[in-house]
C-alpha cells in the first residue's frame, strides 16, 4: 500500500485568509498538538490503548478530535456529509475503521488513516466529547469565548482545532489526498475563523469553516 507523505506544497487561502500558508517551522508536537503527517499509526494505537503515560493518551485522545474533523471536512466536500445523535456508536464506528488501518500500516501516518477511512463514508457523531456541536455552536458563541476564560475559553480553542482539521479533510477530497497542511499554518486558518465570524455572528462553525476551507487550494509548484 503506498504511504502518505507530508509533501511541501504551498498552499494559498485566497481572500479570507488573504497570504501565503507557506511552509515554515512547525510548531512543537506536545501532548496538545498533533501534526498528522508525523503522528504514526502505531503511536495512536499505543496512546489510545496501550500505553499508560499521560501524554501518549492525551496526544491520542487529540488525534480523535482531529479525526472527526478531518473527516467531516472530507465528507463536506464529498457531498455525503451524515451527522449521528448516538455520538459513542458513531465515533466508535469511525475509530474501529481506523484502527483497522493502522494495525496494517503501523509506520503510516493517522493522515494516512484518515484518507482511508474517509473513503467509506459513515455517519459522524454530531457532538464531541467535549460537546462541541459544530451544527449549533455559532460564531458569536465562538467570538465571545475566545476573549473568555476557563471551560469557555478551552472550547474555542477546540473549536479552532476542529476547523484546522476540517480545512484539512476539505483539501485532500479537493485537492489530493496526499497534500497536507502543516501545524505551522494553522494559525493562518484560525485568523481566518477570527475575521469571518467577527463579520458573520450567526452563522454556525459548521457552515462558516467550509467557507473557509473552500478558499483553500494548493499553488503550482515552482
Given at each position: 500500500?503506498?504511504?502518505?507523505?507530508h509533501?511541501?506544497?504551498?498552499?494559498?487561502?485566497?481572500?479570507?485568509?488573504?497570504?501565503?500558508?507557506?511552509?515554515?517551522?512547525?510548531?512543537?508536537?506536545?501532548?496538545?498538538?498533533?501534526?498528522?503527517?508525523?503522528?504514526?499509526?502505531?503511536?495512536?494505537?499505543?496512546?489510545?490503548?496501550?500505553?499508560?503515560?499521560?501524554?501518549?493518551?492525551?496526544?491520542?485522545?487529540?488525534?480523535?478530535?482531529?479525526?472527526?474533523?478531518?473527516?467531516?471536512?472530507?465528507?463536506?466536500?464529498?457531498?455525503?456529509?451524515?451527522?449521528?445523535?448516538?455520538?459513542?456508536?458513531?465515533?466508535?464506528?469511525?475509530?474501529?475503521?481506523?484502527?483497522?488501518y493502522?494495525?496494517?500500516?503501523?509506520?503510516?501516518?493517522?493522515?494516512?488513516?484518515?484518507?482511508?477511512?474517509?473513503?467509506?463514508?459513515?455517519?459522524?457523531?454530531?457532538?464531541?466529547?467535549i460537546?462541541?456541536?459544530?451544527?449549533?455552536?455559532?460564531?458569536?458563541?465562538?467570538?465571545?469565548?475566545?476573549?473568555?476564560?476557563?471551560?469557555?475559553?478551552?472550547?474555542?480553542?477546540?473549536?479552532?482545532?476542529?476547523?484546522?482539521?476540517?480545512?484539512?479533510?476539505?483539501?485532500?477530497?479537493?485537492?489530493?489526498?496526499?497534500?497536507?497542511?502543516?501545524?505551522?499554518?494553522?494559525?493562518?486558518?484560525?485568523?481566518?475563523?477570527?475575521?469571518?465570524?467577527?463579520?458573520?455572528?450567526?452563522?454556525?462553525?459548521?457552515?462558516?469553516?467550509?467557507?473557509?476551507?473552500?478558499?483553500?487550494?494548493?499553488?503550482p509548484?515552482?
Amino acid at each position: 500500500m503506498t504511504v502518505l507523505i507530508h509533501k511541501p506544497h504551498i498552499i494559498f487561502a485566497a481572500a479570507l485568509v488573504g497570504g501565503l500558508l507557506a511552509s515554515g517551522p512547525a510548531d512543537a508536537i506536545s501532548d496538545r498538538r498533533i501534526e498528522d503527517a508525523r503522528y504514526a499509526c502505531t503511536s495512536f494505537i499505543d496512546g489510545d490503548g496501550k500505553s499508560k503515560r499521560k501524554k501518549d493518551m492525551d496526544r491520542a485522545e487529540l488525534a480523535r478530535f482531529w479525526l472527526i474533523g478531518f473527516l467531516t471536512g472530507a465528507y463536506e466536500a464529498d457531498a455525503v456529509l451524515e451527522f449521528s445523535e448516538d455520538e459513542s456508536v458513531a465515533e466508535s464506528e469511525i475509530i474501529s475503521q481506523v484502527k483497522a488501518y493502522c494495525q496494517e500500516n503501523l509506520d503510516n501516518s493517522i493522515h494516512a488513516a484518515a484518507v482511508w477511512t474517509g473513503a467509506s463514508p459513515e455517519p459522524l457523531p454530531a457532538s464531541t466529547a467535549i460537546g462541541l456541536d459544530p451544527r449549533q455552536y455559532s460564531c458569536a458563541a465562538y467570538s465571545e469565548e475566545r476573549n473568555s476564560r476557563g471551560d469557555a475559553k478551552t472550547r474555542a480553542k477546540a473549536a479552532e482545532f476542529w476547523a484546522f482539521a476540517f480545512v484539512q479533510g476539505t483539501v485532500s477530497v479537493r485537492h489530493h489526498p496526499r497534500l497536507v497542511i502543516s501545524v505551522a499554518n494553522k494559525r493562518k486558518i484560525v485568523r481566518a475563523l477570527k475575521q469571518s465570524c467577527a463579520r458573520n455572528p450567526t452563522r454556525t462553525l459548521l457552515d462558516q469553516t467550509a467557507e473557509i476551507a473552500t478558499r483553500v487550494r494548493p499553488l503550482p509548484e515552482r
